[in-house]
């Protein structure tokens, strides 16, 4: 089946006032949606149409003259998906369990964390995303540019936040580490410690 541009779990505006309704409303149903699209028409009449969006992008060498394409478009189709599903108008706070003492161990504390993922995005040049990833052996924080995904490289995403401008120009216009500070309100720590101990499992 052809990728899809999944529902939001909440309403557009139920990010409010961290993240605007308008904001949301082009964000998922114009910009997910065009790279749903381009992804769609990349992979038509490939061997690889119909296969889940994480195993494309693994196989990106495998894609010739489509590769560019697909990595840019399957990259943000899978980006955005994940990052909807990570933000929740209950969000915020901060981790606890394993996934806390994981963040306390690698990065001294809670703060230091978050401290690091945001000199990741705000250091990120032009558009792309920061990162918490499980690479097999412990967490990391990473950025990538453009739709990259740490998921090509075999890493497991555990939170990401999108820095590109369409996703805070609206509300934050130049200021991304007003936009970044204010993005800890949303953050669904349950969906985070779900994708922590897939990953360590
Ligand atoms: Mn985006």
Known sequence: MAFEVPDLPYDYNALEPHIDEQ???????KHHQAYVDKANAALEGTEWAD???????????SLGDKATAVRNNA???????????????DGGGEPDGDLADAINDKFGSFSDFQEELKD??????????????????????????????PVS????PIIGVDVWEHAYYLKYQNKRPDYLDAWWNVVDWGK??????AASG
């Open 51 to 61: 296969r889940p969006v994480d195993e494309v992008l693994q196989n990106l060498d």
């Open 192 to 197: 985070a410690a779900e994708h922590f101990r």
């Open 23 to 29: 904001t949301m409303r082009v964000h998922h149903d």
């Open 120 to 149: 990741a995005g705000v250091g990120q040049f032009g558009s792309g995303w920061a990162w918490l990833i499980h690479d097999g052996s412990g967490l990391a924080v990473v950025s990538t540019p453009n739709q990259d995904t």
């Open 153 to 156: 490289e075999g890493r497991t």
């Open 75 to 89: 990259g943000g189709h899978s980006n955005h998906a994940f990052f909807w599903e990570l933000m929740s108008p």
